[in-house]
């Protein structure tokens, strides 16, 4: 372990309208700064994650006043690029290349009076070429695509609705003790079975929210974060897996993620195992990836997901398996990866309040992008 998370910055999140995805994006890395007592003048390396929108970009440098920088780009593995920037930052530090590096994810897709599901219309649209043959099928977005998944897993190993409704209900209860969650009023599971169906087999309440924010961390020397303000988050071990099968039929299409392939690369670099695991925050963009993740990263066998998150007394509050516990991306906020990597960052530090955890020396944190293409996975600790 050479790298440690020194600063996180969170924005006001939800519907907050009148701010570009710039405008949070400078927001988050300036509070990330002034939560590790760091000036801005002291960063000397930012990587940019942009959301749907596109807007985020170099200019953020920019608007940060930032100069002289040893590491700039914009970086690009949707909802696993938060574990990209920090796997990178990570390295770039090891390597002498940088001191303090700022990864930020920002994005405002959601504009007053625009219905929720129109923010995403226009990366909807159903493509040009063979892409538009599918499109014309009506598979043509991240809820078609993610539904052919989850019913593959559902036809090959008997996973029900009522198996994803858990983890949404599970999720809810988190939310509520979560100051920041956008949905916080608790649900049952006849109210995920009632919520309108989106793609079957997806209700509503199996599908992430859309979030305007940002969030950005700041990673360090581990020697130099145990200098600064608030308690170390150290960087344990990180990996990346992209399957990329994409637009092509394959054998395992939904029935694994990429956390088959990244989440042992990962375990073995820190010498650890998923029962050495106090938290467990997920990319949670569906209640099916929640499920297939736990699968894949050994926390049950394969096939036994939709039984395992159905066990009484396992997720939620009060469960022995501390899952998503800000409410994830169903019910806190939907920031791509840094939703899990910022409820880590908190909870690592001993500073979730109510919903603090009693054990917290250990975190999984996973980022999921495009539909089961990309794959990225950091295990992190409480820094002494």
């Known amino acids: 372990m050479t790298a440690s998370i020194a600063g996180l910055g969170i924005t006001e999140m939800g519907r907050i309208y009148g701010k570009t995805a710039t405008n949070f994006g400078a927001d988050a890395v300036r509070r990330a700064a002034a939560d590790a007592h760091l000036e801005l003048s002291e960063i000397d390396g930012l990587l940019i994650s942009g959301g749907v929108t596109g807007e985020l970009g170099l200019p953020l440098a920019q608007e940060l006043g930032l100069e002289d920088l040893s590491l700039l780009s914009v970086m690009q593995s949707f909802g696993s690029t938060a574990g990209a920037m920090v796997q990178f930052a990570a390295l770039a530090i090891e390597a002498g290349q940088a001191t303090t590096v700022a990864c930020v994810f920002a994005d405002a897709p959601l504009k007053e009076r625009v219905a929720t599901g129109a923010s995403y219309a226009q990366a909807n649209s159903g493509g040009v070429g063979w892409e538009g043959i599918l499109g014309s099928t009506g598979v043509n977005s991240a809820n078609s695509l993610y539904a052919l998944a989850a019913n593959r897993h559902m036809q090959t190993y008997g996973t029900t609705s009522e198996h994803l409704g858990a983890v949404a209900v599970a999720q809810r209860a988190w939310a509520a003790l979560n100051p920041l969650a956008q949905m916080r009023d608790p649900i049952t599971l006849a109210d995920h079975q009632d919520s309108r169906m989106i793609s079957s087999p997806f209700h509503l309440l199996d599908c992430c929210l859309v979030s305007n924010g940002g969030v950005a961390v700041i990673v360090t020397s581990a020697e130099r974060a145990r200098d600064l303000a608030q308690p170390p988050v150290d960087i344990l071990a990180s990996a990346q897996s992209h399957p990329g099968h994409y637009m092509r039929r394959s054998e395992d299409f939904g029935l694994t993620s990429g956390a088959a392939q990244s989440g042992p690369k990962a375990f073995a670099a820190a010498?650890?195992?998923?029962?050495?695991?106090?938290?467990?925050?997920?990319?949670?963009?569906?209640?099916?990836?929640?499920?297939?993740?736990?699968?894949?990263?050994?926390?049950?066998?394969?096939?036994?997901?939709?039984?395992?998150?159905?066990?009484?007394?396992?997720?939620?509050?009060?469960?022995?398996?501390?899952?998503?516990?800000?409410?994830?991306?169903?019910?806190?906020?939907?920031?791509?990866?840094?939703?899990?990597?910022?409820?880590?960052?908190?909870?690592?530090?001993?500073?979730?309040?109510?919903?603090?955890?009693?054990?917290?020396?250990?975190?999984?944190?996973?980022?999921?992008?495009?539909?089961?293409?990309?794959?990225?996975?950091?295990?992190?600790?409480?820094?002494?």
């Open 271 to 384: 010498g650890l195992s998923p029962s050495d695991i106090d938290l467990v925050e997920l990319y949670d963009c569906y209640t099916y990836t929640l499920m297939i993740s736990l699968e894949d990263y050994g926390f049950c066998d394969k096939g036994s997901g939709g039984d395992f998150v159905s066990t009484p007394g396992l997720l939620g509050p009060d469960g022995s398996l501390k899952v998503n516990t800000g409410g994830g991306q169903l019910s806190s906020y939907y920031m791509w990866g840094m939703t899990p990597l910022s409820e880590a960052v908190i909870q690592l530090r001993g500073q979730a309040g109510a919903r603090q955890v009693d054990r917290h020396d250990t975190a999984l944190v996973s980022g999921n992008g495009g539909v089961l293409d990309h794959h990225s996975t950091l295990l992190l600790g409480a820094g002494r």
